[in-house]
């Protein structure tokens, strides 16, 4: 097994690049903490990366990243979390700075989830894995 880099790639920047990047999420707040005054109500996609795996023989990173996406309703959290979703899963096979996505894989959601930090809250959870080649 090979020593894992002294530091990854920035997971949580590079997946908010991403989103923020894509059409269907524009003027949509994408962070990986809740900007000042946020009360649960706003369109909104929480990052942040929650373990994973280094895979030495493959040079591969495999971390684990949780979306928290909310929205004025139920029903608007549930069409953020899944343009979310897609912007991430279309990053297959595509070179992102200095670092390659070999693979995305969903591990869980959307998942209609109960805030209690934001009582009014509408929030989804979805976890993804990526594969992410480091040299």
């Known amino acids: 097994m090979t020593t894992p880099p002294s530091a990854f790639p920035d997971v949580e920047k590079l997946v908010v690049d991403v989103l923020k990047a894509d059409p269907a999420l524009a003027g949509i707040t994408v962070a990986v903490q809740a900007p000042a005054g ?43 979390a899944n343009a979310a979703r897609r912007a991430l899963l279309a990053t297959i096979g595509k070179q992102l700075g200095a670092t390659f996505v070999s693979d995305v894989e969903e591990q869980d959601g959307p998942r209609w989830m109960p805030d209690y930090l934001y009582r009014g809250a509408n929030r989804y959870l979805c976890v993804i894995q990526l594969s992410l080649n480091v040299f």
């Open 38 to 80: 946020f009360d649960g109500t706003q369109n909104a996609v929480l990052v942040n990366r929650r373990g994973g795996a280094w895979i030495g023989d493959l040079h591969v990173d495999k971390p684990l990243v949780e979306f928290e996406v909310y929205g004025p309703t139920k029903n608007a959290a549930h069409v953020l």
